[in-house]
């Protein structure tokens, strides 16, 4: 949009959602971009006199860093502490790029631990770990304790905004990061909001956030969920058989629903809010690569399902 107006933005493409706005009046061509009444600012044009709103966001700074922390949280996920040279102010459920010196960038949600401890001077993420990635297979070999970072941030548009109505939160996968710290901040701004918390995996051991959902449901939150798709039967240990997108409630425009993890699944959410009137608020994480449209992507999330329904790859941006 080209009105002289600085928005926040990162990847200018359509990739990043950093730069989405609400248009309450006017005409705007949304280039395929429209959710509800928002846009992406960086690919729609004004063609009248428009009303536009977008929230005021920290400004994205570069900080110098040191790893301090490797955990290992499930087989396939590690927890990351990253000390910082100074402070980074971010809102929950943005994320930063982190380069660990001489790896290329990768984007992460900065979260709490599972247990909610956090310091102001660190950032602590969540990697899931593949065998081929560049960065995550070096985890513990080629990036060790005390290896230097570069973290330029905060970016993304999906973070907690206090508000009235049901707030939904899914996650897959290492998509549990930003959505532990929406949770969180939501349970500490907004403690009579009601909450509805689903987080999934595929296998009962990869649910790694299982104490985070304990503090939520002690916090009071009625329903919080962990669900795995690899389950053929009620196992006994209260985690759900089946999919997030099984469990999820039904939604009405009330709502204010936050998804992250696999794209298919929020593809998937998106378009469930799409039809109900809800707000959605989602980042691809993945803004280093092109992404298909969010149709794309839910007729994909359907045909598998429709022709196997025991997959739910977990594969998270953070790799
Ligand atoms: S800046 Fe517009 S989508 Fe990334």
New binding site residues.
């Given amino acids: 949009m080209g009105a002289g107006v600085f ?14 706005v609400r248009i309450y009046d006017g005409s705007v061509d949304d280039r395929g ?1 429209r959710r509800g009444d928002t846009v ?4 729609a044009r004004v063609v009248s006199d428009a009303v536009i709103e977008f929230d005021s966001v920290p400004e994205p700074i570069k900080v110098s860093a040191i790893l301090t922390g490797i955990k290992p949280l499930s087989s396939e996920i590690l927890e990351l502490s990253i000390g910082l040279q100074r402070s980074l102010p971010f809102l929950p459920g943005q994320y930063v790029k982190c380069s660990f010196a001489g790896f290329p960038y990768r984007d992460y949600s900065p979260t709490q631990r599972v247990d909610g401890t956090g310091a102001i001077d660190e950032l602590i993420v969540h990697v899931r770990r593949l065998r081929d990635g560049v960065v995550s297979s070096r985890l513990g070999t080629g990036i060790r304790i005390g290896h230097k970072v570069t973290v330029h941030g905060p ?1 993304g548009s999906a973070f907690h905004r206090m508000g009235e109505g049901r707030i939904v939160l899914v996650a897959t996968g290492t998509g549990w990061a930003p959505v532990w710290a929406i949770a969180r901040a939501s349970r500490f701004r907004q403690p009579s909001r009601e909450m509805v918390v689903i987080a999934g995996a595929r296998a009962v051991e990869d649910l790694y956030m299982r104490d985070s959902l304990a503090w939520l449901a002690d916090t009071g939150v009625r329903t919080a969920i962990a669900t795995a798709s690899g389950l053929s039967h009620q196992d006994g240990n209260a985690v759900m058989v089946g999919r997030v997108t099984d469990h999820v409630p039904v939604l009405n425009a009330a709502d204010t629903v936050y998804a992250a993890g696999n794209p298919s699944m929020v593809a998937a959410i998106q378009a469930l809010c799409q039809m109900a009137g809800a707000t959605c608020h989602s980042d691809p994480f993945t ?1 280093s690569q092109a992404k298909p449209s969010i149709r794309r992507r839910l007729l994909s999330f359907l045909r598998r399902e429709a022709a196997d329904p025991a997959s739910n790859p977990t594969a998270g941006p953070h790799t």
């Fill in positions: 928005i926040p933005h990162d990847c200018s493409t359509g990739q990043c959602d950093t730069c989405r971009t992406l600012a960086c690919q970016f803004a």
